[in-house]
């Protein structure tokens, strides 16, 4: 059985979520959770709690659908991730996925999102 990697470079064996609290409800080791390209067409919004079995990275395409102007827009914000996640493997030579779930870029992303719109950008750029 072939190893189930995200967009055939990044593998989710290696990835350790910090934080023990958001653990439950960051999905990336378990099998449903591993995806080829992070679009699955599930449905995880029919039942309470479920969409914290939805993989992370779809999660974080779906977040960058929103506003109108980008409703519907899976594959254009699945090839901005994809973009992304090549760009920050190039400059920390570190798995992407698990850069993306450390605990000091959750802080940002979850407990200081106003922050964000409101400091100095190059402080929070420093952060990621």
Known sequence: ?????????????????GD???AQYIAVKQYGNKV???????????????????????RLVCS????GR??????????IVKH?????????DENPIQVSTQP???DVVLRKGYRILTSDPMETCRCL
Not at 36 to 58: L, M, N, W
């Open 20 to 22: 023990f609290g958001l």
């Open 1 to 17: 059985m072939t190893e189930v990697m995200l967009f055939n470079r990044w593998s989710f064996d290696d990835v350790e979520v």
């Open 84 to 92: 992304t996640f090549e760009i920050i493997h190039l400059l920390t």
């Open 64 to 67: 960058l659908m929103m506003h």
């Open 104 to 106: 000091s870029c959750l």
């Open 70 to 79: 980008n409703n519907g827009k899976k594959l254009m914000a699945t090839r």
């Open 36 to 58: 080829f390209i992070p679009h699955t067409s599930g449905r995880y919004q029919k039942k309470r709690f479920r969409k914290a079995s939805c993989p992370i990275v779809e």
